[in-house]
């Protein structure tokens, strides 16, 4: 069973509590009318992966560089073997190794979580909840390795929303 809604009749804080206690398995996508538009998806009421839509990214492989995880020649590296390949950046980190599996998630877990920070902020949004697993191309396979409990990401995003709004006064 799916359900739909408004953040202004409903809050994202509850959306994602009420999946996590339900243990609830499927994608919530979340939009507004300017069309940005992020998708979560939840396995047994947590969160496991997060997209902005079937074959986008959910990071450049920049940002491995800027977290200090490879330097600039390794993506040079990856970036001509994948054009050999065709397999994603990302593969060819690892299949070069110079990223391991493991750190992928790190990555993965950290641009999670900010995107669902973000996600928060969204005054006017809408969300739909579709019950089942996800198309096989809407969330990167690297990023399906993690677990986000639902209260941690409450708690950061509401006290990262509160900042928000004391910053905004002062400004």
């Not at 243990?23 to 300017?34: A, E």
């Not at 641009?111 to 996800?134: R, Y």
């Not at 690297?142 to 509401?158: N, R, T, Y």
Request: net charge negative.
């Amino acid at each position: 069973m799916g359900f739909k809604g408004s953040v202004d009749s409903f809050s994202l804080a509850d959306v994602f509590q009420n999946l996590s206690m339900n243990q609830q398995t499927g994608v919530l996508r979340v939009f507004t009318n300017s069309g940005d538009e992020k998708y979560v998806f939840f396995q047994g009421g947590q969160v496991k992966a997060l997209s902005f839509g079937a074959g986008k990214p959910l990071f450049a492989p920049e940002v491995l560089i800027a977290r200090g995880y490879i330097a600039e020649d390794h993506l040079d590296a990856a970036i001509s073997r994948q054009k050999d390949t065709l397999q994603s950046v990302f593969t060819c980190l690892m299949a070069l190794e110079y990223i391991t599996e493991q750190q992928m998630d790190e990555v993965s877990r950290l641009q999670v979580e900010e995107e669902i920070f973000d996600l928060f902020g969204w005054d006017k949004a809408s969300f739909e909840f579709n019950e089942g697993p996800p198309a096989e191309d809407m969330f990167p396979s690297f990023s399906k390795g993690i677990s986000l409990p639902i209260s941690h990401l409450i708690m950061e995003a509401a006290r990262r929303v509160d900042e928000w709004d004391r910053l905004r006064k002062q400004v």
